[in-house]
């Protein structure tokens, strides 16, 4: 294993558990929270109250690591785009000013802007146990311009004439963001965070030809910066298929989240040299409790012998029981 595999393995340990979207709407005790702030934004850059919601899931089911509680549309925002989320239908992003958004002298507010979180970070880690990881989080560019450009629909697909039509270029913006998303990790780990995730949830919907473009350079700029800074880096390339093999090969980041669509033993044969996590879909904590665990049994006897991190192919659902994820921190601990 390589140095910082190691390292990623002693801060978050290669046998321990944490949930994507454990800190969320399907906790009773967030949303007490949300009903007295209704401002999504607001909320998260309140950095007392967001560093109690991270700390909530830790409270109550004593899981291995907490992920601090923000969201990756922090980063249009904090670049002067407006952004929103409404009730039962998710985030709506302003029209956007490339020209403006873009324009020189940004770092300075941008980290002004962004400052709460690291706020939130430092104060977080003191009180969260020395054996617990603190994981912090980007969105990957790709991801980040799917809500910036409004580049879906509501059936989950591209339009794609939004990318040709537009008098600018993709990968330029790309790099504009990977500069920002590269100054966002630096100072969440400065503040005390371990390890951070990078989140390219809609990467399934690239284009084919695009991928390199779009998924994979950006993904290598960013994993590179993190290598460089001795930073523990996990990236989840959600939708890939079979192209996770590539992008692990040409990213070569220290640990790789996989999707429910990713076969746990192919993964397990293909995706070498890097620390494996997630996978299980998070649909099976919805239904029969016995299915559940067959399904879990599945990724915890595949990867038994390798490190490996227990979490989900996506994040946890509203609707989910909190006792049924109780149950499977219960059973993994067990086996
Ligand atoms: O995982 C955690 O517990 C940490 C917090 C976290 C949030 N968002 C809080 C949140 C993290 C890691 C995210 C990442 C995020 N945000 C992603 C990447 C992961 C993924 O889910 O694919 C994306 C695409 C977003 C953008 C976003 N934020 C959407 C599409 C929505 C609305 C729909 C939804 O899933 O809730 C949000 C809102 C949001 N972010 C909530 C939370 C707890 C719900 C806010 C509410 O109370 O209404």
């Given at each position: 294993m390589s140095n910082l595999k190691k390292i990623l393995c002693e801060k978050i340990s290669c046998k321990s558990i944490w949930f994507m979207?454990?800190?969320?709407?399907?906790l009773p005790e967030f949303r007490e929270i949300r009903k007295k702030n209704k401002d999504f934004i607001k909320l998260c850059l309140d950095y007392e109250l967001s560093s109690q919601i991270t700390l909530q899931p830790i409270k109550r089911f004593n899981l291995d690591s907490a992920i601090i509680f923000s969201d990756i549309l922090m980063i249009p925002y904090a670049l002067g785009q407006g952004v929103e989320f409404i009730k039962d239908h998710g985030p709506e992003l302003s029209e956007i000013n490339l020209n403006h958004l873009f324009s020189n002298k940004k770092e300075k507010e941008f980290i002004k802007v962004l400052s709460p979180v690291y706020k939130a970070i430092e104060i977080t880690r003191k009180k969260l146990d020395k054996s617990k990881s603190l994981i912090c989080f980007v969105g990957a560019p790709w991801t980040l311009l799917v809500y910036m450009l409004k580049l879906k629909n509501r059936k989950n697909e591209i339009q794609l004439d939004k990318i040709n039509n537009k008098n600018f270029e993709i990968e330029n913006i790309i790099n504009e963001l990977v500069k920002y998303l590269c100054i966002h990790i630096k100072n969440q780990i400065n503040a005390g965070a371990d390890v951070v995730q990078i989140f390219?949830?809609?990467?399934?919907?690239?284009?084919n030809k695009k991928f390199k473009n779009y998924c994979f350079a950006p993904a290598r700029e960013m994993v590179k910066f993190c290598k460089e800074n001795n930073i523990p880096n996990i990236y989840f390339p959600k939708g890939l298929r079979e192209k996770y093999e590539s992008f692990n090969k040409f990213v070569n980041p220290d640990g790789i989240n996989l999707d429910p669509e990713v076969d746990p033993l192919w993964a397990k044969d293909k995706l070498k040299n890097v620390v494996l996590q997630g996978g299980l879909d998070?649909?099976?904590?919805?239904?029969a409790e016995e299915d559940m665990l067959q399904k879990a049994t599945k990724y915890i006897q595949t990867f038994k012998d390798v490190p490996y991190v227990f979490n989900l192919g996506h994040g946890l659902l509203p609707e989910t029981d909190p006792d049924r994820v109780k149950r499977l921190i219960e059973f993994y601990r067990q086996n």
């Open positions: 979207r454990q800190a969320g709407r399907y390219d949830s809609w990467a399934g919907l690239i284009p998070p649909k099976v904590l919805l239904g």
